[in-house]
């Protein structure tokens, strides 16, 4: 091979080293811009999610003040302590909207004391809700169906356990519940108290419904206005529908007793939001928590 032959064949491989070279650095600068993208966008995500969260929390808080202030001015006053709760109550449920930096946070409230529990109206008040949208006898099972869940009663457990047991309760676990009842009602006796309330399952959501046996989606999406789960056997006259009056087996008073506080926070420009469900009793001027439940939405 001659000289002048030699030099080009050289450039060429020259060429080709340089060429595949810079193929591979862009690979690899591809590959590194791609996962500084999927890191940033994890920051983000993170930073989202816990500033939706802050917010969420900061919603329930301060609605929680608004409402302790707003009852502590109306005092011991009966139309004054109405007016605020009716205020509260009223009009699209909003209690406080506001922003801090990038967060949003948004807070309504609800008259818990205005639905019938499902965890305590037993079946008789269930029966009276439901036959306003099923047929009576599938009223009368679904609501009996309901009371068996809640009560763990052996007897009026319709899920298909084996006989003695309810559904996700151990056997274990159902002689030891019955065992602190029997126990419980002893004590009530001796003192003179009335027993307290056989909840041994209660729903936790009113979703959990569409578990019972012959409950439709159609029949509890007409009933969810009236329902609820975080109530506590007490049930305000003043604002409560005539169908949930008729079905109130507890004590009726004048005034909410629980309440629910239902915030969701968000940063702006995102769309993770956080929702924040916290139950209050009424005690007086004050809220207390009774029930706090999350979930992203």
């Given amino acids: 091979m001659t000289r002048a032959s030699y030099r080009p064949s050289r450039r060429g491989a020259a060429l080709v080293?340089?060429?595949?070279?810079?193929?591979?650095l862009a690979s690899v600068t591809a590959i590194a811009s791609s996962q500084a993208r999927r890191a940033a966008s994890v920051v983000g995500n993170q930073r989202s999610q816990a500033t939706a969260r802050a917010m969420a929390e900061s919603g329930v808080l301060a609605a929680r003040a608004h409402i302790e202030a707003r009852l502590r001015e109306a005092g011991a006053d009966s139309t004054r302590l109405d007016r605020a709760f009716d205020a509260l109550m009223t009009g699209n449920g909003a209690v406080l909207q506001d922003t801090v930096g990038d967060g949003v946070f948004a807070t309504a409230v609800v008259d818990v004391s205005a639905r019938l529990d499902v965890n305590t109206a037993g079946a008789d008040g269930l029966q009276q809700l439901?036959?306003?949208?099923?047929?009576?006898?599938?009223?009368?099972r679904i609501a009996e169906a309901i009371e068996a869940r809640v009560r763990g009663d052996a007897s009026g457990d319709v899920s298909g356990n084996a006989p003695g047991t309810v559904a996700g309760v151990t056997s274990t676990q159902t002689e030891a519940m019955q065992q602190r009842l029997a126990r419980d009602s002893v004590?009530?006796?001796?003192?003179?108290?009335?027993?307290?309330?056989?909840?041994?399952?209660?729903?936790?959501?009113?979703?959990?419904?569409?578990?019972?046996?012959?409950?439709?989606?159609?029949?509890?999406?007409?009933?969810?206005?009236?329902?609820?789960v975080d109530g506590d056997g007490r049930v305000n006259r003043r604002s409560a529908s005539r169908r949930v009056l008729a079905a109130a087996t507890g004590t009726l008073v004048d005034r909410p007793s629980r309440v629910l506080l239902i915030a969701r926070g968000w940063r702006r420009d995102h769309v993770l939001t956080r929702e924040i469900q916290a139950v209050f009793d009424v005690m007086g001027a004050e809220l207390r928590l009774v029930r706090w439940r999350e979930q992203d939405r």
């Fill in 17 to 24: 080293v340089a060429l595949a070279t810079i193929a591979v």
């Fill in 187 to 228: 004590v009530a006796a001796l003192l003179g108290r009335a027993p307290t309330s056989r909840v041994m399952r209660p729903f936790a959501s009113l979703d959990e419904l569409l578990t019972v046996p012959g409950m439709q989606s159609a029949w509890l999406d007409a009933l969810a206005a009236d329902l609820t």
């Fill in 130 to 140: 439901l036959a306003t949208v099923a047929p009576p006898g599938e009223a009368r």
